[in-house]
């Protein structure tokens, strides 16, 4: 605090201001880039989606690297790049699940609970759905140990539940899966996130569907 003792107040108010400044144009970009890949995601042509997410990546790291210790920035370059190496769907997607890995963990080490745990649910599902070793590095009881840690932090979210429902099904636990498919079916609204809303519960419904007719 000493450092700005001796700055005049209106000197010190002009920093804190150029901080919210900063911080609020990161959080617009960031936001964007949210917005922009539940469009690819849910509302553009699956053949388009290869591209659409590369240049998303692009520009998704870009934000990450102007702004390195923001641990929001990290963890949308993890989103989009865990999406592009899903619509790339062959060997070629190890790289970019090994990049989503890398930032999703970075952003993890910044702060564990940003955006209410998110990092936890997207890396714990990277860990239910890439191959194990030695083709990569899939890991179910990691993936519980991540998706553990998100529905702790977020009980209600709609992602963390879907997801959750997703490694249990993979772990045939089919009842246990089928409560938290209801409870992403169940999830409450986002503000400014209806398009990826929706789409989560398009899949949750599918899922959910799928799961009560096998079972049968």
């Known amino acids: 605090m000493k450092i ?8 010190l108010s002009g920093l804190i201001i150029i901080c919210f400044t900063v ?3 990161v959080n617009t970009e960031i936001q964007q880039v949210q917005k922009e890949w539940a469009r690819i995601k ?10 659409a997410l590369k240049n998303l990546a692009l520009k998704a ?11 929001d920035a990290h963890l949308w370059e993890g989103i989009v790049l865990s999406t592009y190496a899903g619509a790339i769907g062959t ?26 745990g ?34 702790m932090l977020n009980p209600d979210d709609i992602d963390a539940n879907l997801y959750y429902g ?10 246990q899966a089928e409560v938290f498919y209801k409870k992403a079916l169940s999830a409450p609204a986002r503000p400014g996130r209806e398009v990826a809303d929706e789409g989560r519960r398009n899949e949750a419904k599918e899922r959910l569907e799928e799961l009560l007719a096998n079972s049968k």
């Open 4 to 11: 700005f003792s001796h700055l005049p107040l209106f000197a």
């Open 23 to 25: 911080h609020a144009e």
């Open 42 to 51: 849910y509302t553009v042509d699956k053949k388009q989606h290869e591209n």
């Open 61 to 71: 790291s870009a934000i990450r690297k102007l702004h390195p210790d923001n641990a």
């Open 91 to 116: 060997l070629r997607a190890l790289d970019a699940v090994t990049e989503s890995r890398d930032a999703l963990e970075k952003s993890l080490k910044i702060d564990p609970e940003a955006s209410k």
């Open 118 to 151: 998110a990092a936890s649910t997207y890396l714990g599902t990277l860990y239910v759905l890439v191959p194990e070793w030695p083709i990569a590095f899939g890991d179910l009881d990691l993936a519980k140990q991540y998706l553990d840690k998100a529905i």
């Open 166 to 175: 997703d490694f249990l099904k993979k772990k045939k636990k089919y009842k």
